[in-house]
């Protein structure tokens, strides 16, 4: 059984990943808009936010990764939404195929994509100036808190994938998570912030998940930071899974 499910994925992640690489302007589009914001950040307004560090890049980039995640899941939305609106889930089931595995391909390929837009990003803040203590081991956990991350938010964006009626309301989904950043440690310290602001943004995951991974890129240590923030994503995912799994249950049972 586990052998059947492992080998219908890798097939139609297969699937998946030829759709992408006969349209990588899904990956530039998915980088354009983090990019734009950490250029437009550095370059216009870095001067004028004090922050503590000594490049604004250093204390920007682990905001720009979660916004460039957010960017991409949307296309997990869509790609799921247009499979299903065109019948290939019907086909599928026809088939003696894994059930679970249309959705575990469209995940995993949304790993894939995302980590590519991730390394752009980061190979593009390294251009602008951005410097790292952290050695391999800061790196891999970096690494996979982003993976972890990018996990939970792609089976959340599962459910509108299943469930919008609309292309457009298919990827609407990851606009308001696009928001969270900037109430947050993300841009600038949360002790600028009004109370009730100050209050939500140092209680919102994002403040957490940002907060630890600028600390592993300083080479600092990250203190219960990192908990919190593994907290979040694994509740997060838990959630998203089950609601995700229950949608997919609902639709093709």
């Known amino acids: 059984m586990t052998r059947h499910f492992l080998g219908d994925t890798a097939a139609l992640l297969g699937r998946s990943l030829r759709h992408i690489s006969r349209s990588p302007d899904t990956i530039i589009t998915t980088a354009i808009m983090p990019i734009a914001f950490l250029l437009l950040?550095?370059?216009?307004?870095?001067?004028?936010?004090?922050?503590?560090?000594?490049?604004?890049?250093?204390?920007?980039?682990?905001?720009?990764?979660?916004i460039t995640v957010v960017s991409g899941i949307s296309y997990t939305a869509?790609?799921?939404?247009?499979?299903?609106?065109?019948?290939?889930?019907?086909?599928?089931?026809?088939?003696?195929?894994a059930r679970s595995a249309v959705l575990w391909a469209h995940v995993l390929t949304s790993l894939v994509a995302n980590l590519i837009s991730l390394v752009v990003?980061?190979?593009?803040?390294?251009?602008?100036?951005?410097?790292?203590?952290?050695?391999?081991?800061?790196?891999?956990?970096?690494?996979?808190?982003?993976?972890?991350?990018?996990?939970a938010l792609t089976w959340l964006a599962v459910i509108p994938g299943l469930?919008?009626?609309?292309?457009?309301?298919?990827?609407?989904?990851?606009?308001?998570?696009?928001?969270?950043?900037?109430?947050?440690?993300?841009?600038?310290?949360?002790?600028?912030?009004?109370?009730?602001?100050?209050?939500?943004?140092?209680?919102?995951?994002?403040t957490s998940i940002?907060?630890?991974i600028r600390a592993l890129f300083a080479g600092q240590q990250v203190g219960d930071q990192v908990w919190i923030a593994l907290a979040w994503c694994t509740g997060l995912l838990v959630v998203a899974y089950a609601g995700a799994m229950a949608v997919h249950h609902r639709k093709v049972g």
Not at 46 to 61: K, P
Not at 78 to 96: A, T, V
């Open 121 to 151: 990003v980061v190979l593009v803040a390294l251009a602008m100036g951005f410097r790292s203590g952290a050695g391999v081991l800061g790196w891999l956990a970096v690494t996979g808190i982003m993976l972890l991350f990018t996990l």
């Open 210 to 212: 940002v907060n630890t």
């Open 78 to 97: 869509y790609r799921l939404f247009l499979d299903l609106k065109g019948g290939i889930f019907e086909r599928f089931q026809s088939m003696p195929i």
């Open 41 to 66: 950040f550095v370059y216009v307004f870095g001067g004028a936010i004090e922050t503590g560090s000594d490049r604004y890049v250093n204390y920007l980039l682990p905001g720009i990764l979660l």
């Open 163 to 206: 469930t919008a009626t609309s292309v457009d309301g298919a990827s609407a989904f990851s606009y308001p998570l696009i928001l969270l950043p900037f109430v947050s440690s993300a841009f600038v310290p949360t002790d600028s912030m009004p109370g009730p602001v100050r209050a939500f943004a140092e209680h919102q995951p994002v």
